[in-house]
């Protein structure tokens, strides 16, 4: 079985071929440029690199949101024209869950966290200590101060991890105190390997009713609707 996963939900992108469960190849990036011109030169030369032909692939697995819209729409899109094209399987898996999987050996529960501008966040809580992932809270779009209190309740270490950390750390240690504990920058790029590993506890889906999972309205959207209610 030969696997591509790929991940553009943030300004992360990161691609990985698995070969029998083997990871024999991957690529990550953590720079503001246009995914839409950089995915498919990247996933053509890793897969050159690694001598893989597409009609080699066995399944597509996508990061599927949320995070930025472009960004995850890129992924999605190219994700699911090639199982498309080439007749195999999809599997979407949160993003937050692959960036949390950085942390799966830390004893304690772990935050991943995306900024979404106006101290709102894409957030969820996991426990990655059981031979499944737990999902304690689920992903969401939230208040960064109803999560802080929704997080005080428990009675255990959390980690936090992820590249918008960082605007948010003092507001967290202020409200968290020693419960807290930060990533290091080395743990805060979402790694497509780990997407792969996480797959593994999701269900295949339809190639033609998938669809990425952005937790809120895009601006326009929201624009729209309210002006419908006048």
Not at 46 to 58: F, G, V
Not at 120 to 133: A, E, K, S
Not at 163 to 183: C, G
């Amino acid at each position: 079985m030969t696997v591509l996963a790929i991940d553009t939900s943030t300004n992360v992108m990161g691609i990985s071929l698995i070969k029998d469960q083997s990871v024999i190849g991957e690529t990550i990036t953590f720079i503001n440029k246009n995914h839409s011109v950089r995915l498919m030169p990247a996933i053509s030369t890793l897969m050159e690199e690694c001598n893989i032909k597409p009609q080699e692939l066995s399944k597509i697995v996508v990061a599927k949101g949320p995070g930025s819209y472009t960004g995850v729409r890129i992924g999605v899109t190219v994700a699911k024209s090639l199982a498309f094209t080439l007749n195999i399987p999809i599997i979407g898996v949160s993003s937050l869950k692959v960036l949390a999987a950085n942390g799966r050996y830390f004893n304690g529960l772990v935050c991943p966290l995306f900024d979404a501008r106006r101290n709102l966040l894409f957030t969820g809580l996991y426990d990655f200590r059981g031979q499944v992932t737990n999902e304690v809270l689920e992903d969401c779009n939230i208040d960064r101060s109803i999560w802080i209190e929704k997080l005080k309740s428990y009675n255990e270490q959390i980690l936090f991890i992820g590249n918008d950390v960082s605007i948010h750390k003092e507001f967290i240690i202020e409200h968290l105190k020693d419960k807290a504990v930060f990533a290091k920058e080395s743990m805060n790029n979402q790694r497509p390997s780990e997407l792969f590993t996480c797959s593994l506890e999701e269900k295949e889906e339809s190639v033609h009713n998938f669809a990425p999972e952005y937790l809120r309205l895009s601006e326009a959207e929201a624009n729209w609707l309210a002006s419908q209610e006048k």
